[in-house]
């Protein structure tokens, strides 16, 4: 991978020009690069180097949702030119708590999740509890994500902890992970325990890695318990 054509592609996000972003990643292909190694060798690590740059405060909201945005964008016009069929890690439902009309913190994990392989459900705005529950399990999905920007919607009977309790009751605990993120997490950050969940993360890119985490943790459990289902199997 010829260094230059990373550092193009990156100096273009540092910009937020999705312009000349297309136009790197056009010449890379052009160049003879694979969609692959234009995935994985230019755009994630890209992305990923922005988590540096947003823990030192010197990259804007925008910034941060435009890259996101461009990276998601990206990656789905190219899955199409693989060689084979990509790996996607898991699936994720995601959508802002019952009360709670703010989406754009939302949008910007979206936007990382996407270009790092894992699919999502975005149920979008004011979603209650069931709801969340109920696309989980009809998608199969691993992690339910709920964004709160507000205090009370955060800590608010009928966001994440009606979600916590339904998915105790139906004893999905184990099968379903729940993060959190939003303002009110930033300022508080022993909140998410508070509300029963079981992580969160300060921004998207720390947002994608922890649930890219949780997937791998369960899909680990759950190697683990067919094994141990398979020796106890006369």
Not at 11 to 32: F, K, P, S, W, Y
Not at 54 to 61: A, C, E, K, P, Q
Not at 106 to 135: Q, S, Y
Not at 180 to 189: K, L, S
């Amino acid at each position: 991978m010829d260094v230059k054509i990373q550092v193009a592609y990156h100096e273009a996000l540092i910009d937020t020009n999705r312009e000349q972003a297309l136009r790197v990643i056009e010449q890379a292909l052009a160049g003879g690069c694979s969609a692959e190694e234009v995935v994985f060798d230019i755009i994630v690590p890209s992305l990923d180097n922005f988590l540096k740059r947003v823990t030192h405060h010197d990259i804007s909201l925008a910034q941060h949702f435009l890259t996101a945005q461009i990276a998601a964008d990206l990656v789905e016009s190219l899955l199409p030119r693989f060689k084979q069929h990509p790996e996607i890690l898991g699936h994720v439902i995601m959508g802002t708590s019952a009360g709670d009309f703010h989406g754009l913190g939302k949008r910007i994990v979206i936007g990382c999740l996407k270009a790092k392989m894992i699919e999502v459900t975005d149920l979008g705005l004011n979603v209650p509890a069931e709801k969340f529950v109920a696309a989980a399990l009809e998608k199969k999905a691993q992690v339910i994500g709920i964004s709160s920007m507000m205090v009370h919607t955060a800590r608010g009977e009928q966001g994440c902890l009606r979600v916590r309790q339904l998915l105790k009751e139906r004893q999905l605990e184990e099968r379903i992970k729940l993060v959190v993120g939003g303002a009110p997490y930033c300022f508080d950050d022993q909140l998410y325990r508070q509300v029963g969940a079981d992580g969160w993360a300060p921004n998207g890119l720390e947002a994608a890695q922890l649930i890219a985490q949780l997937m791998r943790n369960l899909k680990t459990q759950g190697t683990a318990h067919a094994a141990e289902a398979a020796v106890k199997t006369p």
